[in-house]
C-alpha cells in the first residue's frame, strides 16, 4: 500500500514484499536491511540498530505526524529510512522533505546543538518513475545549481525506479528490481532467496491471522473517518477503542511497529498497555 492513499488491501495469499506489510515486517530484519542498503549505498554497514521502538514522529500537538515503514541507524549514527511507494502521487517529492524534516527535528532535542543532526538516507522504493527518465537511481542533495557546490548538510534523498528498462539497472541492483517486479524470480541472488524464503515463511495461520487484524483495523479507520469525520475519529471515545484495539494486537503477538501503524497511537501509549 503506498502513502499516497487508502488501497484495496490484498488477501494474505497475495501479499509480496513491496506491500507495506510484509516490506515493514521483513525489512525489521538486519539479515535483510543491512545488505540491502549497502548494496543501494555501496558501503559497508558493520552494525545496524533499530530503535527501541519503530518511529513514529509527531514533533508537536497539531502538527502533522508521520509513520516511518523502516528507520534504522547504524554504528556511526547515520540515519537511513526506507519507505515502500507503489501509490503514484504528485506530491512525491514535498513529501520527502517533509521525511527529511520532521526526522532531523526528531533527533535534536530542545535547545540540541545542530552539530548533532546525524547523516540521514531517506530513501523510497518506488514501483512507478515519477520523474519518468527512465532511470533506475535518482539520487538527491543540495547544491548551489550554478557553481556545482554541495552543501554538505549531510542530506540525502535517494529514490529507487522499479520501472526502470532492465538493461539499465546496475548488475548489483539487478536481483533486487527483477524479484520486486516479479517475485517468481527469487533465484536472482542470495539476498533475493533470503527475502522470499522469509516472506514465504510468514504465510502461516499466525501471520495470516496478524495480517486479517491489521486488515481490518485500517478498513476501519476508513470506515470511521467517512462516517464521523476527522474531529471525532480524535474523540475520546474512539481513543479509548484504539486503546482497546492495540491491546488485542499485542496479545496476538503483533510488534509494537505494526500497532503504531494500525491505530494511530504513540510508541509511549503502545508500550503502557
Same mark, same amino acid.
Given at each position: 500500500?503506498?502513502?499516497?492513499?487508502?488501497a484495496m488491501?490484498?488477501?494474505y495469499e497475495?501479499?509480496?514484499?513491496?506491500?507495506?506489510?510484509?516490506?515493514?515486517?521483513?525489512?525489521?530484519?538486519?539479515?535483510?536491511?543491512?545488505?540491502? =542498503?549497502?548494496?543501494? =549505498?555501496?558501503?559497508k554497514i558493520?552494525?545496524?540498530?533499530?530503535?527501541?521502538?519503530?518511529?513514529?514522529?509527531?514533533?508537536?500537538?497539531?502538527?502533522?505526524?508521520?509513520?516511518?515503514?523502516?528507520?534504522?541507524?547504524?554504528?556511526?549514527?547515520?540515519?537511513?529510512?526506507?519507505?515502500?511507494?507503489?501509490?503514484?502521487?504528485?506530491?512525491?517529492?514535498?513529501?520527502?522533505?517533509?521525511?527529511?524534516?520532521?526526522?532531523? =527535528?526528531?533527533?535534536?532535542?530542545?535547545?540540541?546543538?545542530?552539530?548533532?543532526?546525524?547523516?540521514?538516507?531517506?530513501?523510497?522504493?518506488?514501483?512507478?518513475?515519477?520523474?519518468?527518465?527512465?532511470?533506475?537511481?535518482?539520487?538527491?542533495?543540495?547544491?548551489?545549481?550554478?557553481?556545482?557546490?554541495?552543501?554538505?548538510?549531510?542530506?540525502?534523498?535517494?529514490?529507487?525506479?522499479?520501472?526502470?528498462?532492465?538493461?539499465?539497472?546496475?548488475?548489483?541492483?539487478?536481483?533486487?528490481?527483477?524479484?520486486?517486479?516479479?517475485?517468481?524470480?527469487?533465484?536472482?541472488?542470495?539476498?533475493?532467496?533470503?527475502?522470499?524464503?522469509?516472506?514465504?515463511?510468514?504465510?502461516?495461520?499466525?501471520?495470516?491471522?496478524?495480517?486479517?487484524?491489521?486488515?481490518?483495523?485500517?478498513?476501519?479507520?476508513?470506515?470511521?473517518?467517512?462516517?464521523?469525520?476527522?474531529?471525532?475519529?480524535?474523540?475520546?471515545?474512539?481513543? =479509548?477503542?484504539?486503546?482497546?484495539?492495540?491491546?488485542?494486537?499485542?496479545?496476538?503477538?503483533?510488534?509494537?511497529?505494526?500497532?503504531?501503524?494500525?491505530?494511530?497511537?504513540?510508541?509511549?501509549?503502545?508500550?503502557?498497555?
Amino acid at each position: 500500500m503506498g502513502k499516497g492513499g487508502m488501497a484495496m488491501v490484498k488477501t494474505y495469499e497475495e501479499l509480496e514484499l513491496k506491500d507495506d506489510f510484509m516490506f515493514s515486517v521483513i525489512m525489521r530484519d538486519p539479515r535483510y536491511v543491512k545488505p540491502f =542498503l549497502e548494496t543501494i =549505498l555501496r558501503i559497508k554497514i558493520a552494525k545496524i540498530e533499530y530503535p527501541e521502538v519503530q518511529k513514529n514522529i509527531d514533533i508537536a500537538a497539531g502538527a502533522k505526524g508521520i509513520r516511518l515503514d523502516v528507520y534504522v541507524e547504524d554504528e556511526k549514527h547515520t540515519v537511513f529510512n526506507l519507505e515502500m511507494q507503489t501509490t503514484t502521487a504528485r506530491n512525491l517529492p514535498k513529501r520527502m522533505r517533509y521525511y527529511q524534516g520532521m526526522i532531523d =527535528l526528531n533527533i535534536l532535542e530542545k535547545g540540541d546543538d545542530y552539530n548533532h543532526l546525524k547523516k540521514s538516507y531517506v530513501i523510497f522504493i518506488c514501483t512507478f518513475d515519477h520523474f519518468n527518465m527512465d532511470e533506475p537511481v535518482y539520487f538527491f542533495r543540495s547544491w548551489d545549481v550554478e557553481k556545482g557546490l554541495p552543501l554538505d548538510d549531510l542530506s540525502y534523498t535517494i529514490v529507487l525506479n522499479m520501472k526502470c528498462s532492465p538493461e539499465k539497472v546496475p548488475e548489483a541492483l539487478k536481483p533486487f528490481y527483477e524479484y520486486l517486479n516479479d517475485p517468481k524470480k527469487n533465484e536472482a541472488s542470495e539476498l533475493t532467496r533470503m527475502i522470499d524464503e522469509r516472506v514465504r515463511k510468514f504465510n502461516s495461520s499466525e501471520w495470516r491471522k496478524k495480517y486479517m487484524t491489521f486488515e481490518y483495523i485500517l478498513n476501519e479507520q476508513k470506515r470511521e473517518s467517512e462516517a464521523i469525520g476527522f474531529e471525532k475519529g480524535r474523540s475520546e471515545g474512539a481513543a =479509548l477503542e484504539k486503546r482497546e484495539i492495540a491491546k488485542n494486537l499485542k496479545v496476538l503477538g503483533v510488534g509494537t511497529a505494526e500497532i503504531i501503524k494500525a491505530t494511530g497511537l504513540s510508541a509511549e501509549e503502545v508500550e503502557e498497555l
